[in-house]
């Protein structure tokens, strides 16, 4: 920004001048001469002279206090320093001399060709001294930055940390590499324990299934088993009534034949003779064991 500074303030010297130069050599006829060679160099790029008529009131003498007006002869002249200074500042490409370069589309071209030349050498103007400003701004900002060597310093600390930074991510990455690695044979293991649990939870439906049959069964059974002992329980009161029928009716038979009374209380129904002895048919059980083994001393039997 501050070698375009330098290089605008050489341009502007240089223009003022070549138009101090030319003031001097022109006369009225060059001048016509000049501007019409300058409009056939520049062609359409840059815009036509503006011609101005005369009117009747030019004539009329001014009312005090009015500024006149310019007079035609300067204000063409004017015109023609500027169109001479533009053409100075631009070739026939629209190229800013001394090696700046502005190169511009046709209808950026067409655009500039349209403008006045004042107000282009005044945008000129105001570019170069924003252009300036900015460059003093800029090496503003630049001097209160800190020195190299520091900015080197924290570089190399800054590299340093990046270093460290890349090897603990590395070492991370080793380490997220092993746990991805179990967690796959986690998984794996998990995959076969849940196949695993499915058919326990298959075997066990099944078993739950054998036990309710199994369990239906032994109800049924039980069922039966019941109704069983009632018939058993029925059938030993009918046996045990028929027997005690037949013991009363033969101890009446053996009274009336050998002429006994058949309602001593000796004869019993509950008692049965042993070795030659009337006992309960209970000691007759513990006799027996006694006499399988002497040694076991026994009660008396009762009569």
């Known amino acids: 920004m501050a070698a375009a500074g330098g290089s605008g303030k050489d341009i502007y010297l240089e223009l003022r001048r070549k138009r101090m130069e030319e003031e001097k050599k022109k006369s009225v006829g060059s001048v016509g001469r000049m501007a019409a060679e300058g409009s056939s160099q520049r062609g359409d790029l840059l815009p036509p002279p503006v011609e101005k008529k005369r009117g009747k009131r030019h004539d ?19 015109e023609e320093r500027d169109q001479d200074a533009l053409s100075a500042l631009f070739d026939s490409q629209l190229k800013i001399n001394e090696g700046l370069e502005v190169s511009l589309s046709p209808e950026e071209a067409e655009i500039v060709s349209a403008i006045h030349p004042e107000t282009v050498l005044y945008a000129l103007n105001e570019f170069q001294a924003r252009a300036v400003v900015m460059g003093r701004h800029l090496e503003t900002v630049l001097s209160k930055l800190p020195e190299s060597s520091r900015l080197s310093g924290e570089i190399q600390v800054l590299q340093r940390d ?4 890349n090897q603990r991510r590395q070492e991370v990455s080793l380490q997220l590499g092993s746990v991805k690695n179990e967690r796959s044979q986690l998984l794996g293991e998990h995959n076969t324990l849940k196949a695993r649990c499915k058919e326990l939870e298959m075997k066990d ?3 739950q299934t054998a036990l309710e049959r199994l369990e239906e069964r ?3 059974i039980q069922a039966e088993h019941t109704a069983a ?5 029925e059938l030993e009161g009918y046996v045990m009534a028929q027997h005690e029928e037949g013991f009363y009716k033969a101890v009446r038979q053996t009274a009336h034949l050998f002429n006994f009374d058949a309602g001593d209380d000796r004869i019993s129904i509950e008692k049965d003779v042993y070795d030659g002895v009337l006992m309960n048919i209970d000691d007759i059980a513990s006799a027996k064991a006694a006499a399988n083994d002497p040694g076991k001393v026994s009660s008396p039997p009762s009569i």
């Open 205 to 207: 439906e099944e078993s």
């Open 162 to 165: 990046l270093a460290e930074a």
């Open 218 to 220: 032994l109800a049924t």
């Open 60 to 78: 009329r003498p001014s009312k005090p206090g009015t500024p006149r007006p310019p007079s035609p002869k300067k204000t063409k002249n004017t």
């Open 229 to 233: 002992l009632e018939r058993i329980y």
